[in-house]
């Protein structure tokens, strides 16, 4: 059965009535603290993880996408009206979309992010449609070496491109791998890392571990550094676009989704980088590069294409080899793992109707988002009006209650609250936490793989390079190691 007879089942599971609910009350949802200041898609689906445990995986898993899609476009609100962007993929359009908010024309930055976000969105849906099973069809023949070398891509890219600086990122990095360790371990039936406590014998719960660093950590940090919101310009009228805006914005909307998608795919990808090189790309070929930094539509329609693009395009690294390019694919694929599902080549052919009802919930959330985010533009405006305060208790009290929910005991919510002590001095010392959550995820996966090539090998450490493959995988991510340090070196020489 090829990819469009798979997606036409997909979208039969997709529409019905529970799952249509489902996809509406997480693009709601995401839509809704994407526009908070603070809130990501990641923290949220994190949040439901411990409370969606009674939904079958299909209807969980499109909640969580719905979340992940209206994350990305409700956080163009927040950039555009307070000039405080929700994601840091937000962050361009920040730069052109509150300078046009402040010159009155809010309404057409509202509107070309959310159509541009829609038709970026549709295209990349697309192409993650027909591109997916080909790439998991190409996967299936890694060798164990091979895994080793993608899942260091992985480790090192996500290390030193979500940080603020790269050693920042790959301390983030080992906190999560030594916590992936704690537990049993597999081979020998040796306790690791458990201090003669009972309770940690089983190892470390990842949703506990997601929650508190997501959770917990924000929220006491957010307390502690204090700091009062920015000022909300104004929205008057409807989210409307002139034709002149239009005109101006559809090939940004191309050209944005041109960078995201491929760019957002790549194992090493992510939603940044994209954005920033349609800024560049916009601002080069405009036909009005005097309004840039002054409030250029092009600067904002480009750019928030590609973010959604790209948000499509870290789907195939994540469903078809199990590698997570963003906090909040890493947090989606703890969603998988807690079914008992695992992303990469087998999830194709095991859970196939799952993952095209999946992918045709995206197309369904696109159009829900459409009409959500052009006519309740005011709406999600009057949002980010609510006093910090309060989001930070209500989100305290989801976290703690979610771990009650899921079948955690005080031992589970005494460990919640320790991991999240030290989520806090992670984001106090501005180190992220998006690498400690991929490393918790993929070190024991990575364990596994290495100990399969040894084993085979009968030792042999050569055997992680035996094939082209691996050492191609190797040579990027020794580059993407290095990368970070000489750029760095060579701007402060400049």
């Known amino acids: ?45 994190a949040l439901l993880l411990p409370i969606t445990y009674r939904l079958d995986p299909t209807g969980a898993l499109i909640l969580f996408a719905g979340v992940y899609y209206g994350g990305m476009y409700g956080g163009s609100t927040t950039a555009i009206l307070l000039n405080t962007p929700g994601e840091s993929a937000s962050m361009v359009a920040a730069l052109e979309g509150n300078k046009m908010a402040r010159a009155g024309r809010a309404a057409p930055a509202l509107a070309t992010a959310a159509i541009g976000s829609f038709v970026a969105g549709t295209i990349a849906t697309v192409l993650l449609t027909f591109v997916a099973q080909p790439f998991a069809d190409v996967a299936v023949k890694f060798t164990p070496a091979d895994y080793v070398a993608l899942m260091a891509i992985a480790f090192v890219t996500v290390a030193t491109l979500l940080g603020a600086s790269p050693l920042k990122g790959i301390a983030s990095l080992l906190i999560g791998l030594t916590i992936g360790l704690i537990g049993i371990e597999s081979q020998s039936g040796q306790a690791r890392l458990t201090f003669g406590v009972d309770t940690l014998l089983d190892g470390v719960d990842v949703v506990i571990v997601v929650v508190a660093l997501f959770a917990i950590g924000e929220v006491f940090a957010h307390a502690l550094k204090g700091g009062g919101g920015g000022t909300v310009t104004p929205l008057h009228g409807r989210a409307v676009m002139s034709r002149q805006d239009w005109r101006r914005s559809w090939p940004a909307w191309l050209r944005g989704t041109a960078y995201g998608f491929p760019i957002g795919a790549l194992p090493a990808g992510g939603a940044e980088i994209p954005t920033f090189l349609s800024y560049a790309t916009e601002k080069r070929l405009s036909k009005h590069p005097e309004e840039f930094g002054h409030g250029a539509i092009e600067g904002v329609a480009g750019p928030e294409a590609a973010n959604n693009a790209a948000a499509a395009g870290v789907l195939v690294p994540l469903l078809t080899i199990g590698l997570p390019t963003s906090a909040t694919a890493a947090v989606i694929l703890t969603a998988f793992q807690s079914y008992g599902l695992q992303p990469g080549p087998q999830l194709f052919t095991e859970s196939g109707p799952l993952v095209y009802a999946l992918i045709a919930s995206l197309y369904i959330g696109n159009v829900m988002l459409l009409v959500l985010n052009l006519p ?13 305060y309060a989001i930070y208790a209500g989100i305290m009290v989801f976290a703690t209650l ?6 955690g005991g005080l031992p589970d919510l005494l460990l919640l609250y320790v991991i999240g002590l030290l989520g806090v001095l992670m984001t106090m010392a501005d180190v992220p936490v998006a690498p400690a959550i991929v490393g918790l995820i993929l070190g024991p996966l990575f364990e596994t793989q290495l100990r399969r090539a040894l084993l085979i090998s009968e030792g042999d450490l050569s055997a992680l390079v035996d094939t082209r493959l691996s050492v191609f995988l190797w040579c990027v991510a020794a580059l993407a190691l290095v990368g970070p340090f000489v750029y760095g070196r060579l701007r402060r020489r400049r």
Do not use: C, E, Y
């Open 1 to 45: 059965m090829d990819s469009l007879d798979l997606l036409l089942n997909g979208f039969g599971d997709a529409l019905t009535p529970t799952n249509l609910l489902l996809a509406f009350l997480g693009v709601t949802l995401g839509t809704a603290v994407g526009v908070l200041p603070g809130i990501g898609p990641a923290l949220t689906v």
């Open 376 to 388: 309740l533009a005011k709406v999600w405006a009057r949002l980010l009006q609510i006093p910090a």
């Open 402 to 407: 979610g771990t009650f929910a899921s079948g």
